[in-house]
């Protein structure tokens, strides 16, 4: 074989390695990313529209993602077999044109499809009002603990003062001298709710950021020192789920679990009366 038949063979081998190595790339990235995404069983009402947009993000990128490693891997295997560099397919301007316009489109195509999906969503939770039915839950994170309470017979939550926190007794700082504050109910790290209700919980944090995260109900939000803030969601599935903080908060970040508790409507007004007995 004739030295310069050779080193074009040798070329073309390279480039079908390389151009077959990257597509390959690219299916097996798609293949174990498709088989290993897999969200926590879903639990509350909102979820689903976060299913939804979640899926269609990973759907879009994913072929992007595949079709980009295809295309690479065929022009890299075309390119090889050929002994020259050839003149440029396009001008420079219509480059830049169509790389602007590729990036754009994959932008609109990956994020305008999660804003149309996740919008809705986003202004029934954040922007609308709260239901008047729903159960109202006071959220106070520390490190490393969750201090839950629970307002009285009253339907009150009690004035509460920074001054008044003591570690043991009263972690929340609530003021019993006041008569809202007197059946306020209290457990820690245990968050008990009805099935099938509105529930608005307020989070607070006593020193840093924390993030109260129930992945089963798709409800992820900071609690930030010096706010309030609330956040409502439907429970739709009975049991006991996981209560996480995902924020990196000190180093006993790692044991700041607690467990949300979704009972039939009974079997939690049982448990709130025992708790208003043995206040």
Excluded at 29 to 42: C, D, H, Q
Excluded at 246 to 273: A, I, K, S
Aim: with cysteine; hydrophobic share 45%.
């Amino acid at each position: 074989m004739p030295e310069k038949t050779a080193a074009r063979v040798k070329l073309s081998i390279e480039g079908i390695i390389l151009g077959l190595a990257i597509g390959l790339v690219g299916i097996v990235g798609v293949y174990y990313g498709s088989n290993n995404w897999r969200a926590p069983a879903l639990a509350s009402q909102h979820g689903a529209g976060i299913d939804a947009m979640m899926l269609y993000l990973v759907a879009t990128t994913g072929s992007m993602f595949l079709i980009g490693h295809l295309i690479l891997g065929f022009l890299i295997w075309n390119g090889s077999r050929k002994e020259d560099v050839t003149l440029r397919v396009a001008s420079v301007k219509t480059e830049k044109f169509m790389s602007i316009a590729l990036g754009v489109l994959m932008a609109l195509i990956a994020e305008g499809g999660v804003v149309a999906i996740g919008m809705p969503v986003w202004d029934e939770y954040f922007m609308g009002e709260t239901p008047e039915d729903a159960l109202q839950i006071d959220v106070f994170a520390q490190q490393f603990a969750w201090n839950i309470r629970y307002p009285g017979p009253d339907g009150i939550f009690g004035r509460t003062d920074a001054s008044l926190i003591d570690e043991m007794s009263n972690p929340m700082g609530i003021d019993r001298s006041d008569a809202a504050a007197v059946d306020d109910v209290v457990v820690i790290n245990q968050l008990y709710v009805p099935v099938d209700r509105p529930v608005q919980v307020t989070l607070r944090s006593r020193d840093v950021i924390h993030s109260f995260f129930l992945p089963h109900f798709r409800v992820k939000q900071d609690a930030v020192p010096g706010m309030s803030i609330p956040v409502w969601f439907v429970p739709t599935k009975e049991g006991r789920y996981e209560l996480a903080c995902t924020e990196l908060c000190g180093l006993g970040h790692y044991r700041m679990m607690g467990f949300f508790n979704v009972l039939p409507q009974g079997e939690f007004e049982d448990w709130l009366q025992q708790q208003y007995a043995g206040n």
